[in-house]
């Protein structure tokens, strides 16, 4: 059996008093496609917040390849995407490739480089341009493009699809399929679109609860607990119990 990529044990995070996680527990494995799946608010920022040791976790623990996310080299083996990314306007493509590869410790190789911006469907190019010139779609690009040449094992993108063509988002899942056959693990939010997530689940690790009555209604799963449906390669963890399937796209109950 795999190893466990990452590890939620039991993590609470309060704001002011009110709880935004509570009692949140998963297990990772490496080569697994996750998301983390919920209405907004339902808390999956936070989590990824305090798995990269933005935020105090209120309790619980948090683990990376079996390492306390507190300590600096569980971060080590991880590259990560944030919800708002903006490179330094006055970066290149290339200057900016240069300087996350350098923090990540990897070599910067300009014809890897190339090939990973074509299959993001962004033209080479745009390495020469000042980020100030790029779209958000172009930006987005550039930032998942930092985060797949840094070599690393565990990928954590947080709404990776900002910005992209549905077509897009098509070539990045593709990427991420590709990326988790040969061992990476990657985690994200519903950003890739609720729909194209469902339509790549293999595995869905419900909370007790409503989460789970709310997932059979869904159809996501089965009496059993299994999941259901064709062409299913993927996983996912509904947080929160705030789902209305009235609002998810492309769903009939």
Request: proline fraction near 5%.
């Amino acid at each position: 059996m795999s190893e466990i990529a990452l590890r939620f044990a039991q993590v609470e995070k309060r704001y002011a008093g009110a709880p935004a996680v509570s009692g949140f527990s998963l297990d990772v494995r490496s080569g697994e496609f996750f998301a983390l799946v919920g209405v907004n608010g339902a808390g999956k920022t936070t989590l990824i917040k305090c798995l990269l040791d933005f935020c105090d976790a209120d309790g619980g623990a948090i683990e990376i390849f079996n390492v306390p996310h507190t300590a600096t080299p569980a971060r080590a083996r991880l590259a990560y995407l944030p919800e708002r990314f903006n490179p330094p306007h006055y970066l290149t493509g290339r200057d900016f490739l240069r300087y996350m590869l350098g923090l990540h410790r990897a070599r910067y190789d300009e014809a890897e480089s190339v090939r990973v911006l074509t299959a993001l469907d962004l033209e080479p190019a745009a390495l020469d341009r000042p980020a100030r010139a790029y779209s958000k779609g172009m930006t987005q690009k550039l930032g998942l493009a930092a985060c797949l040449l840094s070599g690393k094992d565990l990928f954590v993108l947080d709404e990776p699809s900002v910005g992209l063509h549905p077509r897009d988002i098509d070539r990045l899942i593709g990427i991420i399929r590709t990326l988790t056959d040969t061992g990476n693990t990657v985690i994200v939010d519903h950003g890739l679109g609720l729909y194209t997530v469902y339509a790549h689940l293999s595995r869905i690790d419900v909370s007790v609860g409503d989460d789970v009555e709310r997932a059979k209604v869904l159809g996501l799963v089965g009496a059993t607990g299994r999941v259901t449906g064709p062409h299913l390669h993927w996983a996912a963890k509904i947080v929160g119990a705030r789902v209305d399937p009235a609002t998810l796209p492309g769903m009939t109950l």
